[in-house]
Each structure stands twice: as C-alpha cells, then as structure tokens.
C-alpha cells in the first residue's frame, strides 16, 4: 500500500523560508510524476510545482524563482523549498504523485500540511 505523508509545514513571516516534505512508504515499480498542489482559503486547489520521472520541473507564475521543487531517490522523499514566502502563499500544501506497478498506475495524494505566511 503506498502512501504519501508530508511534513514541514508551520508558521513562517514574510520573507521567510519554509522546506516541505513528502516521504513514500510501499513500493512502487514506476513513478511518473510527482508535484506538489496547494489550497487556499476560499480558492481552488492548485498545481505549484511538478517533477517528471525524467526531473524536468514545472512551476506555478506566481512561485517561479522562489520555489524549488527536488527528489531524493534514495530517501523516497519529495521536497519543496520555498523561499521568500508571501502572505498569498499560505494555504494547505498537497504532495501527490502517480506512481504504481508494472500494470497499473494511479494518483496518490498525502494529507497535506499547513503553511501560514504571517505579513
């Protein structure tokens, strides 16, 4: 059974610097992709940041050079740096991947962790 558990997560002022977590526990044969989705009060859930099994990245405009998305292989683990924290920035942070057997792959999702920018 895989899951994905995040940690991270906090109270940080503006300016400030958060790195986000995502540890897989199960196994997998292949990963196809994981990133990281956020939701703010009384908006939509949004894609931030994606990584390819190949590790080219994608970025949300408003998070492009203040946040950096990596994997550690060896550690199961997905990271999100986040630097330079905004206000607008706070919200629920979401670690998802689509990963799964030699025959079937499906979206996983983690629990999410809290992030509040303080201005």
């Known amino acids: 059974q895989v899951q994905l558990v995040e940690s991270g997560g906090g109270l940080v002022q503006a300016g400030g610097s958060l790195r986000l977590s995502c540890t897989r526990s199960?196994?997998?044969?292949?990963?196809?992709?994981m990133g990281w989705y956020r939701q703010a009060p009384g908006k939509q859930c949004e894609l931030v940041a994606h990584i390819t099994r190949g590790g080219s990245t994608n970025y949300a405009e408003s998070v492009k050079g203040r946040f950096t998305i990596s994997r550690d292989n060896a550690k199961n683990t997905l990271y999100l740096q986040m630097n330079s924290l905004k206000p607008e920035d706070t919200g629920v942070y979401y670690c998802?991947?689509?990963?799964?057997?030699?025959?079937?792959?499906?979206?996983?999702w983690g629990q999410g962790t809290q992030v509040t920018v303080s201005s």
């Open positions: 199960g196994s997998i044969f292949i990963m196809n992709a």
């Open positions: 998802w991947g689509s990963m799964g057997s030699r025959w079937n792959t499906d979206d996983y």
